[in-house]
């Protein structure tokens, strides 16, 4: 068996993109057990509203990246 470091990768949270699990409900170990995650990913509109806004977070960050490619 290979060794182990001990060190686990730190989980994302999927309602904020981008930050790592704070363990910000009680009685979590992470988003796979999070009350909050499990209701928005059930529910369609929750998570269309969060699709949405994953998108317009990364809208300025594109347009400023082709803004520099197109100034080359």
């Known amino acids: 068996m290979g060794s182990r470091s001990g060190i686990r990768p730190d989980a994302r949270c999927p309602i904020r993109p981008g930050e790592p ?8 170990t992470g988003p796979q057990d999070c009350g909050l995650v499990y209701l928005v990913m ?3 509109e929750l998570r ?5 806004a994953r998108l317009n977070s990364r809208r ?13």
């Open 42 to 44: 059930t529910d369609d």
């Open 21 to 28: 699990c704070t363990l910000c409900q009680v009685d979590v």
């Open 48 to 52: 269309e509203g969060l699709r949405q």
């Open 60 to 72: 300025p960050s594109l347009q400023r990246a082709s803004l520099l490619d197109a100034g080359r």
